[in-house]
């Protein structure tokens, strides 16, 4: 049998039919539902007097909309509450199980999956989100789908699919001093980018990736769509396994003791073959700020705004143009000299324990600059948020000056009440710097936690890496 | 859903790259709990100059009139031409109901993001690939003709400008069958009930702890 790499292992292992063009039905071992894209899945099951093929495959939770203040007064937007009062209604009448709003287990779709046990090796996992590619980081088979497959995944538990191309990213070497799995990420997107991806799932691997954590391995997973592949995946090891252990979805007993067996094999074999390879040494990554708006439009932080005279191209000379302009930014103004006014610290790619107590370092006796006229901090999830407060990091953080919330995507999209007013500059934790993102004419720039606390506590980009 | 075959449609150019989900449909429209009505939101930021947000009346609202979208001469347009990496970004499927409700049928650009272009074939919508040179070809030729349309047909799989020139493309055989006869992949794959389930069962045997 020739090498196979994780993505075919996954693949193969999830095949129920393949047509001889290839389009194939994907057996879906996990959907996670958030209120946004689900509505009219439930609405169309419903019409066509359907119901869910495993409702126990399934597990939803309210985050797109629901508000990180005041939360006992309930959400005041009429529409963002019909919303989740929906989701609420279809999980009772359908039987799925929820975390509402007001349950510690609440939080940021692809934080709460890990955190639970319900993302795990070996899965294919599916969610109408396109950042779903964070489970990856578990060996599993993970993407965004719409809300037709939404219903189709509830309908049959299948997805129709063609399989993908392979890229293997390789990042070799040690980090430096202040650079993270945030950094990795945009600096692999700044050299592929936005649609480097496009077409493949990606397999990060080196010794950079085996040495990162969980955590930071969902940090890079995570951004895998925004190198334009539906997949990042990462093989299991025994940090896989050391984090899945004695979650409360996570298999027990002698079914544990098969899993474990089942997910060391879990990575590509040796000599598998990739359709495209992209190296990166670990030693020259320097930690990232985008300038644009595109997560391809990065330098590093000792870097500067790039001229337009100097795109590859005429459609990326527009682009650039249209970026500097939309952003307020000169061209070859040295990065650590862009003053900020808000700071946002969260999200699914970067909500997480680590990402608290990375930002909390930084801040610790520290004050926000005067400059800055909000910096908030979102945990992930409610335990996120539990966790952090038994290890004091919302003292620290608010001393420093930082508002300390509840958990959701908050200003990652500007859904619910927390964005930025047109011309705003903000450093955040996010995934996404495109026009309007954060609030209209919001300008956005994407860093790693420490960047952006350390920014907060500067009123400009530093170098958290001196 | 809607069955596509054939369509003798304007054209509008969208003279960018990367357009991303939230360009086409902004996230505050994204709180309507239906699939329909998207249409006047559609590019809500470039086409309006004021904010928009969900129950306004739009017809009142001030037109942003640099925009391609308002200009006189490509209203009623059901092809939208477009650059590279086309809908990227957000997962949300609003972005092609949008399209589809604003009158769009066709979208011709050099490249899509893998999740918007799946998600055009659930609705009726058809995301052609052009090479770049192509389209670049396409965008002059629009901008050159007013009132330029193009013919395209699925069946073919061909799209023909007035002046004859003819572009082949391609398209997946099993999303052209579904988009030529109006399919609904849910009905299709239930034809597999058996075949599902019994994956499911020797699945459930190698690793009962999904199931458990
Ligand atoms: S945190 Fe942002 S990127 Fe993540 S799921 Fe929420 S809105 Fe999407």
Redesign the interface.
Known sequence: MSAKTLYDKLWD??V??Q?A?G?A?I?I?RQLVHE??S??AF?GLKL?Q?KP??V?SMLAVPD??VPTANRAAGIT?P??R??VE?LDANCAEFGLTEFKMNDIRQGIVHVIGPEQGAT?P??TVVC???HTSTHGAFAALA???????V??VM????L?A?K?KAMQVKVEGVLGKGVTAKDIALAVIGKIG??GG??FAIEFAGSAIRALSMEGRMTLCNMAIEA?A?AGMVAADETTIAYCQGRPFS?QGE??E??EA?WRTLHSDEGAKFDALVEVDAAQIKPQVTWGT?PEMVVAVDGRVPDPASAPDA??R??WE?ALAYMGLQANTPINEIQIDKVFIGSCTNGRIEDMRAAAAVAKGKKVAANVKLAMVVPGSGLVKAQAEQEGLDKILIAAGFEWRDPGCSMC???NDDRLSPGERCAATSN?N????QG?GGRTHLVSPEMAAAAAIAGHFVDVSN | MRKFTLLDGLVMPLDRANVDTDAIIPKQFLKSIKRSGFGPNAFDEWRYLDHGEPGMDNSTRPLNKDFVLNQPRYQGAQVLLARENFGCGSSREHAPWALEDYGFRVIIAPSYADIFFNNCFKNGLLPIRLDAEKVDALFKAVEANVGFKLKVDLEQQTITAPDGTSYKFEVDAFRKHCLLNGLDDIGLTLQHVDEIKAFEAKHRAAQPWLFA
């Not at chain 1, 993407?143 to 497959?149: D, K, L, N, P």
Request: aromatic share 6%; proline share 3%; charged share 25%.
């Open positions: 292992s999830h129920v039919r047509d063009d389009t039905l057996y071992d946004v894209t509505p009219q609405e066509a359907r093929w495993r126990a797109h909309n937007d529409i963002a019909l919303q929906t795990l070996g899965m109408g989100d396109s993407h965004g789908i719409g809300t037709s497959e219903e189709h309908a049959t538990q299948c129709v063609k993908s936005t649609a496009t077409g334009g539906r298999p079914n544990w098969k899993a089942y595109s459609v990326k527009a682009d249209r999209l500007a859904m996404r495109f026009e309007g993102r209209q």
